[in-house]
């Protein structure tokens, strides 16, 4: 039973455009959101995060969305950029029964910016 | 990103082999986790070590043995593996157990024969 999904395994942009990565989730104790990068051969990259107190965190050409009353997220890359052409991860924190911070990962968007 | 080091890379063992995998972060965090990546699935959290104590264990199999003997260094002892445990393992670690991002290593490639 997933509780962070990532329903499209694959996306693809022309570059200059920009990109939309969505990510829904079941748990409503969740409370930080995570967006991770990953090459291959590599492992993942943090990207950007959101509390679940914000709506919006900017970063550059990154911006993530949350909406906590639809439990989803969305990641938008804009200007896209063929170097942005990675599997993106979801991830959703909550502490745990003993106490630790666990992350719960969707299983990733494979996004392909084309030139 | 060089914080976060795993070797070996890819690691091709037997069922009835010993092996271990290693982790060392330089980023002066305190927190270190295993992930296991299996094909086609999510990022799985198998252990969790802050200051160096075991926080938790995520219904993990006793064939795989965790050791954290300091801050840096995260060790994950295999033995008796069977073929299902074929996967990526990844290490991770973060300042604080709080919502802190994890900074990931670029994983050990485990196939068992």
């Known amino acids: 039973d997933q509780q962070v999904k990532q329903n499209s395994p694959s996306l693809s942009v022309q570059e200059g455009r920009i990109s939309i990565l969505n990510c829904d989730y079941t748990?409503?104790?969740?409370?930080?959101f995570l967006w991770y990068k990953k090459y291959p051969a590599e492992g993942p990259t943090f990207l950007i995060s959101i509390s679940s107190i914000k709506d919006k965190n900017e970063d550059g050409r990154f911006t993530v969305f949350l909406n906590k009353s639809a439990k989803h997220l969305s990641l938008h890359i804009v200007p896209s950029q063929p170097g942005d052409s990675a599997v993106y991860f979801c991830a959703a924190s909550l502490i745990s029964g003993a106490g630790s911070y666990q992350l719960t990962f969707g299983k990733g968007t494979k996004l392909s910016v084309i030139p | 990103e060089t914080g976060v080091t795993q070797t070996p890379r890819h690691l091709v063992m037997g069922m009835t082999n010993k092996k271990s995998l290693k982790c060392e972060q330089h980023l002066g965090h305190n927190a270190m986790y295993w992930y296991k990546q299996s094909a086609k699935k999510p990022l799985e959290l198998m252990f969790v070590y802050s200051l160096e104590e075991r926080v938790e264990n995520n219904s993990v199999p006793s064939r795989f043995s965790p050791e954290c003997p300091n801050s840096s260094h995260l060790f994950l002892h295999l033995h008796t593996l069977q073929p299902e445990d074929s996967a990526l393992y990844l290490c991770?670690?973060?300042?604080?157990?709080?919502?802190?991002?994890?900074?990931f290593g670029d994983g050990t490639r485990l196939s068992i024969l």
């Open positions: 748990n409503s104790m969740f409370d930080y």
């Open positions: 991770a670690s973060s300042q604080g157990q709080g919502n802190q991002p994890q900074h």
